[in-house]
């Protein structure tokens, strides 16, 4: 306790020890987590995300031996932190416009607005919230405005702009510039739209100052943009051993058996499996069984072309999507992975792996079709001894049988 009360951020300690002291006092086996800052050799703070169970308890039920791991994620923290701090600048961006701004859900609801549009409109700011864009809009501008708006949520446009007339609460009709633009979410998703209005009957006024907040919005959609590629990045790649996880594998399939449907060329996939992975983790620990899955994932990575696709499918399993590659081409390959894996000088033991090929054929319809053939290989490849190659050429019940060399 006193070397990890030194190396832990003061402000983390009480999170440590209250860890601590539930694990050691908790009546389940469950892993634990939780996240804390260590301060590393050269002075740096890490956010450190650490997974902890225990392994032995004393005769009264508490905690004697635990097991725990540590998995650096100051990366993925520090993309949590930038769309964090880019949302609260755009939150105050809003507030402090002189220029009308609002935030509005997908169907046009209204859901933050500044005071500078509630003044232009005559309406309070929580009387906004109760509307949709719709309700304030001239009925010959709203056409306009709503198709639009449907095409940025759509995806053929990135933003608008237009002139409008909306309807203030004491019934009078107004002039605005619109600007709307859609922010989205790391994976694509819609967020909500942003709308900026200028009320242009001070139209020379006002251009000097609508520009200035324009460069300071197209600014601040920038940092959200590269915050969320960030983000994308952390969703599309497995955190363990940074090759693509099962949800970007599914993507990249998809697209590669479109491909090789519609021009027919060749497409192979194989699928890879740690031999005895859950025995290798009871005997080593699992901080050697993570460090075995990423040395396997550097061996598959650098054993791949460029355009082949590299994932993991869950576990110990991992998966090659190999376009224009011929089921031949392919077992060559997984063969050269059994015996780099198989060679490589791993610690504290070596490891060993059985490997499925398939290869898209006329009666594949989807992209699921060859995983399963692969798995099915996989499955003769393991039943067959283990430590080999096995290719899928046939029906179900009979797959080709590749022995190694």
Request: with cysteine; aromatic share 6%; glycine share 8%.
């Amino acid at each position: 306790l006193a070397l990890m009360r030194k190396l832990t951020h003061p402000d983390d300690w009480p999170v440590a020890l209250k860890h601590f002291a539930d694990i050691e006092h908790s009546n389940t086996d469950d892993v634990r987590e939780f996240e804390q800052r260590l301060k590393n050799k050269d002075g740096e703070w890490r956010w450190v995300l650490f997974r902890q169970t225990v392994l032995e308890r004393r005769a009264d039920g508490t905690a004697r031996i635990t097991r725990g791991t540590g998995q650096d994620i100051t990366e993925r923290k520090g993309g949590e932190d930038a769309v964090r701090q880019a949302k609260e600048m755009l939150d105050r961006v809003i507030d402090r416009a002189g220029v009308g701004m609002a935030l509005l859900a997908t169907d046009g609801r209204i859901l933050r607005v500044n005071e500078a549009l509630s003044e232009f409109l005559g309406y309070s700011c929580d009387e906004l919230l109760q509307l949709d864009f719709q309700s304030i809009t001239h009925p010959e501008d709203l056409e306009l405005d709503v198709t639009q708006f449907n095409q940025v949520l759509e995806g053929s446009i990135k933003s608008y702009t237009m002139e409008k007339r909306y309807f203030r609460k004491d019934g009078a009709v107004v002039w605005g510039t619109l600007s709307v633009t859609l922010l989205r979410e790391a994976d694509g998703s819609p967020l909500y739209f942003l709308g900026q209005v200028i009320d242009i009957t001070e139209r020379k006024s006002h251009e000097e100052l609508a520009n200035e907040y324009a460069r300071l919005l197209e600014f601040k959609t920038l940092e959200l943009d590269t915050a969320n590629r960030q983000l994308q990045h952390m969703v599309s790649v497995d955190p363990l051993t940074e090759v693509f996880n099962r949800r970007m594998l599914e993507i990249r399939l998809g697209d590669a058996f479109e491909l090789a449907r519609r021009f027919s060329k060749p497409l192979a996939l194989i699928m890879l499996d740690v031999d005895h992975f859950k025995k290798y983790n009871d005997d080593h620990g699992h901080v050697a069984g993570d460090e075995a899955l990423c040395a396997v994932a550097k061996i598959i990575r650098g054993a791949c072309r460029g355009g082949d696709v590299v994932a993991r499918y869950g576990g110990e399993e991992f998966v090659v999507v190999c376009p224009d590659t011929s089921v031949e081409d392919a077992l060559g390959l997984a063969e050269r992975l059994r015996i780099a894996i198989k060679e490589c000088d791993l610690k504290p033991a070596r490891i060993t792996c059985s490997l499925g090929v398939s290869a898209i054929g006329p009666d594949s319809r989807e992209p699921q079709d060859i995983v399963e053939m692969a798995d099915h290989a996989l499955y003769q490849a393991k039943a067959g001894g283990r430590d080999r190659v096995c290719s899928f050429l046939g029906p179900l019940e009979s797959p080709a049988i590749a022995r190694p060399a």
